[in-house]
């Protein structure tokens, strides 16, 4: 099983400033990495996939990059409705799929 | 517009049973593969089964196997798991997710509590 480690758990940022938030693979999962949002109350939302593709509906100011086993997603300028967890996921070798444990950014 | 709506959570004791449910629609759901995904109390997410659209191929998480059954009724545009013997520890919310190998649709989730 391929274990997915995000960092850090919190991230405390100000509106408007840029966020970088990391997660890495036990072993190689190529590009074959997604990242999700999820909000209190809501279900999570696929925010950007093999590993730099946003997602239909995406803003700009979310992107992702990395390969093999280091992987990044930024968040360029925070707005009020990006404070929320962060799920990175690998979808290289299944079953099963695997999840980060989560990155929560809070404002600051 | 594309939709899943799960349904059929509740409280139940442990050892019991729960079937939950997902309505499919605004898509051709017999073309995607499906998954059921869940998330306890204040924790992650975690992946539970699989299944392909012919329902040819199914997996399940070791946390679950042999305890879950993972269906589908491509005719009703429908997911289905059945949820045996059931611990404390099941307990969380369940959703389905539309799989593109990543998750591209989720439902909003059905929680499920285990306890006496």
């Known amino acids: 099983e391929i274990v997915m480690t995000q960092s850090p758990a919190t991230l405390s940022v100000s509106p408007g400033e840029r966020a970088t938030l990391f997660c890495r693979a036990s072993?190689?999962?190529?590009?074959?990495l997604a990242w999700y949002q999820q909000k209190p109350g809501q279900a999570p939302r696929l925010l950007v996939y093999?590993?730099?593709t946003r997602a239909t509906g995406i803003p700009a100011r979310f992107s992702g990059s990395g390969s093999g086993t280091e992987f990044t997603l930024t968040i360029s300028s925070l707005q009020s409705e990006d404070f929320a967890v962060y799920y990175c996921?690998?979808?290289?070798?299944?079953?099963?799929?695997?999840f980060g444990q989560g990155t929560k950014v809070e404002i600051k | 517009e594309v939709q899943l709506v799960e349904s059929g959570g509740g409280l139940v004791q442990p050892g019991g049973s729960l079937r939950l449910s997902c309505a499919a629609s605004?898509?051709?759901?017999?073309?995607?593969?499906m998954n059921w995904v869940r998330q306890a109390p204040g924790k992650g997410l975690e992946w539970v089964s699989y299944?392909?659209?012919?329902?040819?191929?199914?997996y399940y998480a070791d946390s679950v196997k042999g305890r879950f059954t993972i269906s589908r009724d491509n005719a009703k545009s429908s997911l289905s798991l059945q949820m045996n013997s059931l611990r404390a520890e099941d307990t969380a919310v369940y959703y389905c997710?539309?799989?593109?190998?990543?998750?591209?649709?989720w439902g909003q989730g059905t929680l499920v509590t285990v306890s006496s």
């Open positions: 605004g898509f051709t759901f017999s073309t995607y593969n």
């Open positions: 093999d590993a730099s």
């Open positions: 072993q190689s999962v190529d590009s074959n």
């Open positions: 996921q690998q979808y290289n070798k299944w079953p099963p799929w695997t």
């Open positions: 997710a539309r799989d593109v190998l990543k998750f591209d649709c």
């Open positions: 299944i392909s659209t012919s329902s040819n191929t199914i």
